[in-house]
């Protein structure tokens, strides 16, 4: 994201049909994971991504040896926007299309939206609050908004949180074009000449400790989860509102005991579809004032897609890379800015510019919003 890179490409999938999507931020091959056979037998597309992530952040903590933690006190919440989707078309294919009488034996163990957090929780020995938040696109700032709650609240010290989501399957792709929100050529968030959204694979996650604990063992803090915002259009499923998506940004910032000027940057929702990338502009204003001018805003899936459950999750690493290297990702695509879009969106490259406190935006279908503040420590 820092240098820009576009990781949308050509869509290549097995049975493709007549799918008109034909552009998508894929992970074409998704590693192989050293881990027992009967935790393999039951892993499809969403929960691999999820361990495989889980395992970077813990290794990354220092959290990865034996008796690196304690269990009973350690959590894996993990969010997903969809489900196992992979698993899904395979069964129907299975009985609808090669005539079986019965799916194979695992399949509801792949496709339960609690997969990757249980596999997570298997794989690494976690035995603390371990489940998985699922709300569209906010799943993974949900997911983080409940692991700073289990700190807060001394159910945890230590929560393995994210977002992973695989929706890059024939079923899923065909009811998404059935919507007519997915771009034809490029993901441009605020771009005057957007067409839509570009779905991606993913998964992210981020070790979330209490400070004492951290420092009691001598971790490399990379930056503070500082607050948390959440609300609810109660509105409508799919048309945007303003005043949800501001409250979220306001409960965020009041939560984190922060004012709006001590705010330099947002990682936006940013889905370049016409409808949320204006209410998105408007609620920045309403939440920010005078002070949006100032602000140096991101669109990152203009490089990553929207991985939907992991999109939020994959930001939030953004976020806290933006808080170490001083340095906000760029909007890419975006040619000449909708006039109804009208911040400082970051283009021309990565901006190099003093961060100490950016907020990242997760507004989904349903109206559940959720925004997260991320400070730079110490």
């Known amino acids: 994201m820092k240098a820009g890179t576009c990781g949308i490409g050509p869509l290549a999938i097995d049975h493709q049909g007549d799918l008109k999507t034909a552009i998508a931020a894929q992970i074409s091959d998704i590693p192989e994971i050293d881990i027992e056979k009967r935790h393999r037998a039951t ?29 009973t006190r350690t959590g894996a919440i993990i969010g997903t926007g969809v489900f196992g989707a992979d ?100 993901c441009r968030p605020f771009s005057a000449d957007r067409e839509g959204l570009v779905l991606g694979d993913g998964a992210a996650c981020l070790v979330i400790e209490s400070e004492d604990h ?18 609810a259009d109660a509105a409508d499923m799919v048309s945007p509102d303003v005043d949800g998506a501001a409250n979220a940004m306001r409960a965020c910032m009041a939560d984190a005991d922060l004012s709006p000027t001590d705010i330099n940057a947002i990682n936006a929702h940013g889905t370049a579809t016409l409808g949320n990338d204006k209410t998105e502009t408007e609620a920045i204003r309403s939440a920010f004032a005078a002070h949006a001018d100032t602000l140096a805003v991101s669109g990152t899936k203009s490089m990553h897609g929207h991985c939907l459950g992991a999109s939020a999750a994959i930001e939030a690493v953004a976020c806290v890379k933006s808080l170490r ?17 009208d911040l400082d969106y970051v283009t021309q490259g990565a901006r190099e510019q003093a961060v100490d406190a950016i907020i990242s935006n997760a507004f989904a279908f349903g109206g559940a919003n959720a925004s997260v503040c991320f400070r730079r420590y110490p």
């Open 43 to 71: 892993l499809s597309g969403f929960s691999k991504l999820a361990v495989i992530a889980a395992g970077e952040a813990l290794k990354e903590a220092g959290l990865d040896g034996a008796d690196a933690f304690d269990p």
């Open 87 to 186: 698993a899904v078309d395979q069964a129907y294919r299975t009985v609808f299309v090669d005539g079986k009488k019965r799916t194979e034996i695992f399949a509801i163990p792949k496709v339960m939206p609690s997969s990757p957090s249980v596999h997570v929780s298997m794989v690494y020995g976690i035995k603390g609050p371990v489940y998985s938040p699922s709300s569209a696109c906010a799943s993974g700032n949900h997911a983080l908004c409940a692991a700073l709650d289990l700190i807060r609240t001394n159910r945890a010290d230590v929560v393995v949180a994210g977002g992973t989501d695989t929706p890059l399957t024939f079923g899923i792709i065909k009811t998404w074009e059935s919507m007519r929100i997915l771009a034809k050529t490029g």
């Open 214 to 231: 951290a420092k009691a063992r001598g971790a490399t803090i990379l930056a503070e989860l500082a607050g948390a915002g959440m609300t």
């Open 325 to 341: 290297d001083q340095t906000v990702p760029p909007t890419i695509n975006l040619h000449e800015a909708d006039p109804e879009c």
